[in-house]
């Protein structure tokens, strides 16, 4: 199994409050995927990393930034949390941009209040 | 505009039997496709994957075979076993480019002992 780990596994939180999921690697990958999973839409991705320091949009990055100032780590953050992001976020990595298959975390899983 | 979609929210099949999920997907750039299997509170883990330059691949009981012209791919599990229950994504890429996945919305497949 892919050395992923995600932190916390589970939060509920408070609408307005600013959250951040940690992302942590140990097979030193440079790219690395955030996603969430909601009913009826499989899993959209959020933003994603191509090298430290170096992050790019997926298709639902409103309302989320990124940072990535280790190869291990990659970290998302909801500025000021909304019902609307409550979901399960999961984490990927890969060795490379394509073609190989990503490798998944286990997810956190979010509620906002 | 949903690119990559699975029509069939489950499936119910008789231990034993063969499972049939079913892929369609509407960009012609997508080069590469994979199939991820999904336990509860788990993330999803890499099944099987197919290069747009093949129309069959296989793995022990799993088989994904893709037909270009009908931009529809599909996984057979022969075969089907109660550990296989699971909800199922297939995912595209344009590996050639951004190498960003693009899921389906999940097929939940139920194997009755």
């Known amino acids: 199994d892919a050395g992923i780990t995600q932190s916390p596994r589970h939060k509920v939180t408070e609408t307005g409050t600013p959250v951040t999921l940690r992302c942590h690697q140990t097979e030193n990958h440079r790219y690395m995927y955030w996603y969430r999973q909601d009913p009826g839409h499989g899993l959209r991705l959020i933003h994603y990393?191509?090298?430290?320091?170096?992050?790019d949009k997926g298709e639902v990055s409103d309302g989320y930034s990124v940072s990535r100032s280790k190869t291990e780590d990659f970290l998302l953050t909801l500025e000021s949390a909304t019902s609307s992001q409550t979901s399960v976020y999961f984490c990927?990595?890969?060795?490379?941009?394509?073609?190989?298959?990503?490798?998944f975390g286990d997810g956190t899983r979010l509620s906002i209040l | 505009d949903q690119q990559v979609k699975q029509n069939s929210p489950s499936l119910s099949v008789q231990e034993g039997r063969i499972s049939i999920l079913n892929c369609d997907y509407t960009?012609?750039?997508?080069?590469?496709f994979l199939w991820y299997k999904k336990y509860p509170a788990e993330g999803p883990t890499f099944l099987i994957s197919?290069?747009?330059?093949?129309d069959k691949n296989e793995d022990g009981r799993f088989t994904v075979f893709l037909n270009k012209s009908a931009k529809h791919l599909s996984l057979h599990i022969v075969p089907s076993q109660p550990g296989d229950s699971a909800v199922y994504f297939c995912?595209?890429?344009?590996?050639?480019?951004?190498?960003?996945?693009?899921f389906g919305q999940g097929t939940t497949l139920q194997v009755k002992p």
């Open positions: 960009n012609s750039m997508f080069d590469y």
């Open positions: 995912a595209a890429s344009d590996a050639g480019n951004t190498g960003k996945l693009i």
């Open positions: 990927a990595i890969s060795e490379l941009r394509g073609p190989e298959p990503q490798h």
């Open positions: 990393s191509y090298g430290v320091k170096d992050t």
């Open positions: 197919i290069s747009s330059i093949k």
